[in-house]
């Protein structure tokens, strides 16, 4: 059953036809917001779109297909949100890609720029375009979906979390840069069982899940429900800050 905690506030959420990004979009749907969506693929889009209709049936929710790491593609999507949703209040970067494992010393170059291109620089490029297009005049929340890959090496995933790594600290300038009217937060999830990050866990769950304190990984309900309180009038005095939400594993000392 939604609420109308949100009503009135037009929210986008990059990369979420499915995972964390569609479990976000729906829960600022359910509580009140209008939601715009986009990704790569529109079939898949309009799926996610049905399953947040499911969801919240009063939702208005917009989708639109677009490549995060190209620059027309990322101004089509935020001027169709402020268009057709009346605004852009909550900007939710979830978008993130991970093409490359294994030594640092052996990864692709190619595959780092990619990585960086679209993890980070991009989400920079969303930043400013709801900053410039509503953000600036009207105020607004950011949240930067991070991982505890970049609070932690972690030596199988190090390119992607080195990305990470640059997202937490952009996401603390930008609060500094963009404070009062814009605060600007991150998420750290663990291993959320999600389709990205099947290879982490497949097969293996129960071993996976053996090293967190909450002995289970996370799924894309508990990122939401982070995500949505830190939207919320009820966080409006936390900006810069990177929250993990990973079963208590950084409390181990491990990754």
Not at 28 to 54: N, P
Not at 231 to 242: L, N, P, R, V
Request: overall charge negative.
């Amino acid at each position: 059953m939604g609420t109308a905690e949100y009503a009135g506030r037009a929210a986008l959420v990059t990369g979420a036809s499915r995972g964390i990004g569609l479990a976000i979009a729906t829960e600022l749907a359910r509580r009140g917001a209008a939601v715009a969506i986009s990704s790569r693929k529109q079939d898949d889009l309009d799926a996610a779109a049905a399953s947040i209709t499911a969801a919240a049936p009063d939702a208005r929710v917009l989708a639109v297909a677009g490549n995060t790491g190209v620059d027309a593609d990322r101004e089509r999507v935020v001027a169709r949100t402020v268009d057709e949703l009346g605004g852009l209040d909550v900007l939710v970067n979830n978008t993130g890609i991970n093409p490359v494992y294994g030594p640092l010393v052996d990864v692709d170059l190619d595959g780092v720029r990619k990585i960086f291109d679209t993890n980070v620089v991009a989400a920079l490029g969303f930043v400013q375009l709801a900053y410039h297009s509503w953000m600036a005049a009207h105020g607004g929340v950011v949240i930067n979906i991070a991982s505890v890959a970049g609070l932690r090496s972690s030596g199988v995933i190090a390119a992607y979390g080195a990305s990470k790594a640059a997202l937490v600290r952009l996401t603390e300038e930008l609060a500094w840069q963009l404070g009062p009217g814009i605060r600007v937060n991150a998420v750290a999830p663990a291993v959320v069982k999600t389709r990205f990050a099947t290879a982490l866990y497949a097969d293996r769950e129960e071993e996976a899940s053996a090293a967190y304190p909450m002995k289970r990984l996370g799924t894309p309900e508990d990122v939401a429900d982070l995500v949505a309180f830190l939207c919320s009038d009820q966080a409006s005095w936390i900006t810069g800050e990177t929250v993990r939400v990973d079963g208590g594993l950084l409390a181990t000392g491990t990754l």
